[in-house]
């Protein structure tokens, strides 16, 4: 239900494995790393995350997901190591026999997943400094 990976994401494959006969819907979303931040440009990003604990948060977000929401299933890979300007950084998908209940369920689990998962991201600036971004 979630990796934590130095790998790219294979999208294509993780979309396969999403898919059954009971779905009418599956929704994903793709987080891609961007070029600029609050007006910075941004030459790359480094993720760094404790696997698992962050399988467990997201378990839990999953299951509060299936709580509020009528879905199938939930499906989140995480880049973390170093990536690039339009390095996929993030996959989630969800599974619902009706598209309302996917869209829904998707905007919540990657909402929950960027404030509760224990992952951190440090920008790397053209002007050669960095910083992480809302680290604790």
């Not at 494959?13 to 961007?34: P, W, Y």
Request: net charge neutral.
């Amino acid at each position: 239900m979630f990796t934590l990976t130095e790998k790219p994401i294979d999208i294509a494959a993780l979309n396969r494995e999403m898919r059954t006969s009971e779905s009418g819907a599956l929704v994903e979303f793709t987080g891609i790393v961007r070029s600029g931040n609050q007006g910075r440009r941004v030459t790359a990003l480094e993720y760094e995350g404790a696997e698992d604990l962050a399988a467990a948060e997201f378990g839990r977000i999953a299951d509060e997901a299936r709580a509020s929401f009528s879905i199938l299933g939930v499906r989140c890979a995480h880049r973390v190591g170093r990536l690039a300007p339009g390095d996929i950084a993030v996959w989630v998908g969800v599974t619902a026999v009706h598209r309302d209940a996917a869209f829904a369920a998707c905007q919540f689990l990657v909402n929950q997943l960027k404030l509760r998962v224990p992952i951190w991201k440090k920008e790397f600036y053209a002007e050669g400094d960095s910083g992480w971004i809302n680290h604790p």
